[in-house]
Each structure stands twice: as structure tokens, then as C-alpha cells.
């Protein structure tokens, strides 16, 4: 067998450093891309620089500024970077054995989300691991394949996003309560705004009773259940609960601009377990919107 004998290449670590900086067009925020000190790049830097035997950057006025042969060398890395990371991700879907790793907001998760778990195996095939969590996420560090959210907050512009439905929200009670006056309005601390927000588009604000603060809005929801007041909710966290007659709505649903979507690091493969499962969340929750808004009501 004929021995190949490759050239020796720079440490890996310092040409995505390099890639990194050169992309951010900075220490800072390449440090935060990969989860390491803006020194530990530095010094990253440095190394390939004392590797190839020249300067990648002059730096001047506490800037670092490609030289030209940098400028050249970062154009070529930043498609190989791109392709290994491609390869990679390729790598781990190909594992059937895996579990997809699905990240998804608590109150979503407790209540639609696992409820929902036979019928989506059933009708995937998927094997699906559940993370409650809300908010950003690093995917790639939270070994997360698919995250479930509600965009009511920056989304990183390097991941896919899909939609899956839209928000919406209206005051629900137990069924004795549905014609009480006064009756105590539910808040919650994850949720701060939700009640503003539905007054300010000017729908009924059950001012009337005392309010009654909860940390996280599943408990908001189960002391409504419990007939302790009225709670602003997602109807895709209380669908179950109206056709079982737990709860009734004191107003039609009405979306409120935001919608819940699937991100993922890379798009979607038309055949892959992460479009799978978003359309079959998705198809789940359209049906859910159609049930209980008219298309009318799709925008305030």
C-alpha cells in the first residue's frame, strides 16, 4: 500500500479562529462564536501567524485589518469552515439511532408538546428527546437539533428559521366563573406583557378583581383551571383544555403578531427528522388556529 504523506497543516483551532475573526471583523465577537476568552483567540491568532510565517492582520488603532494575503486566505477557509460544518451535521442526522433533540418552551412544552408525543412517533417514526427551554439557545453547544420558540426576541441571524403558527391569546376562566364579576386577573412573571399588550389592542382588561402575580405561566394557567381567576392564554396551550371543558374563552382568540417557529442550524433536508417534525407540529397547531379563529381574525 502506497503511503500518503500530507502536508503538515496549522492546529485547527487557530484557522477557525482565524476564519472567525476575520468574518466578525474582531476578537470580541468571534470569542463569543466559539464559546472561548477574546484572548484565547488572540493567541490562537498568533500561532498561525508564527505557523505560516507571516502576519495575517496589522493592527492598528486597537483594530485588527486583514492584510491582503489574509483577505485571501480568509475567503478560501470561511467555505471550507462552511463545508465541514456541513459534513458534520450531516454526520450526526445519519446517526438513526440518535434521538432528535428538540428544545421547546416550557409552558409549549407541558402542554402541547409532550401531550402530543405518541401521535407524533406514531406518525413520524421519530425518536424524539424533549428539553424544556425558553429563549436564545446555541444549538451547536446545547447538542440541540431543533428548538421550538416563540420570536418575541432577537433571533440569531446564522440559524434556519420555519414557521410553524401564529400566537394567539385571549382570557380564559373556569367554566363557574364565566359570568362572575370582579373575578382576580392571573399574571405571571415570564410573561410580563401579556396583559398590556391585549389592552393596548384594545380588547376587555378585567380590571376588576385583584391581581394575582405567578412565576411561570403553566401555573397561571393551572389556577385557572382551578377557577382562582381569569388567565391570558396561548390557545395552543389550552386547546385540550376548552374541548374538555376545563376552560371557557370570556373572548374570541386573537393573534397577537408573534408566532412560534423551529430553528435549527442549518435548513431543513426535505426528507430529515427535523422537517418531519416541524411539519407535523406545524400541521398540528394550523388546525388548532382554524378551529378556533376565522381568517379574519389572523391579523388585529
Not at 54 to 62: A, D, H, K, T
Request: charged residues 25%; proline residues 7%; aromatic residues 4%.
Amino acid at each position: 500500500m502506497t503511503e500518503i504523506h500530507r502536508p503538515r497543516l496549522p492546529p485547527l483551532g487557530s484557522l477557525r479562529a482565524f476564519e472567525a475573526v476575520a468574518r466578525h471583523g474582531g476578537l470580541v465577537a468571534a470569542a463569543a462564536e466559539l464559546h472561548v476568552t477574546h484572548g484565547a483567540v488572540s493567541k490562537q491568532i498568533g500561532i498561525l501567524e508564527v505557523e505560516l510565517g507571516e502576519p495575517l492582520f496589522e493592527r492598528r488603532n486597537r483594530g485588527l485589518f486583514l492584510t491582503g494575503r489574509g483577505r485571501w486566505l480568509a475567503g478560501r477557509l470561511s467555505a471550507i469552515v462552511a463545508q465541514l460544518d456541513d459534513t458534520l451535521a450531516e454526520f450526526a442526522r445519519r446517526d438513526d439511532d440518535r434521538p432528535l433533540v428538540v428544545s421547546c418552551e416550557p409552558t409549549l412544552c407541558l402542554r402541547l408538546l409532550i401531550p402530543s408525543l405518541p401521535a407524533l412517533r406514531a406518525a413520524t417514526g421519530l425518536d424524539i428527546r424533549v428539553l424544556a427551554a425558553g429563549g436564545r439557545i446555541d444549538l451547536r453547544r446545547d447538542r440541540v437539533d431543533v428548538a421550538i420558540r416563540r420570536d418575541d426576541f432577537p433571533i440569531s441571524g446564522h440559524l434556519a428559521v420555519r414557521v410553524l403558527a401564529p400566537e394567539a391569546m385571549a382570557p380564559v376562566c373556569a367554566p363557574a366563573l364565566a359570568d362572575a364579576a370582579d373575578l382576580p386577573v392571573l399574571h405571571t412573571r415570564s410573561r410580563p406583557d401579556a396583559w398590556p399588550a391585549w389592552r393596548r389592542r384594545g380588547h376587555p382588561s378585567f380590571r376588576g378583581g385583584p391581581d394575582v402575580q405567578f412565576e411561570h405561566f403553566s401555573l397561571a394557567l393551572e389556577a385557572a383551571i382551578a377557577g382562582q381567576g381569569v388567565a391570558l392564554a396561548s390557545l395552543h396551550m389550552v386547546a385540550d383544555d376548552l374541548r374538555a371543558g376545563r376552560l371557557v374563552a370570556l373572548h374570541p382568540f386573537r393573534t397577537d403578531g408573534s408566532r412560534y417557529v423551529a430553528l435549527t442550524e442549518h435548513p431543513m433536508a426535505p426528507d430529515g427528522p427535523e422537517r418531519r417534525l416541524a411539519d407535523w407540529l406545524g400541521a398540528r397547531m394550523a388546525d388548532t388556529i382554524a378551529a378556533h379563529l376565522a381568517p379574519s381574525d389572523l391579523t388585529d
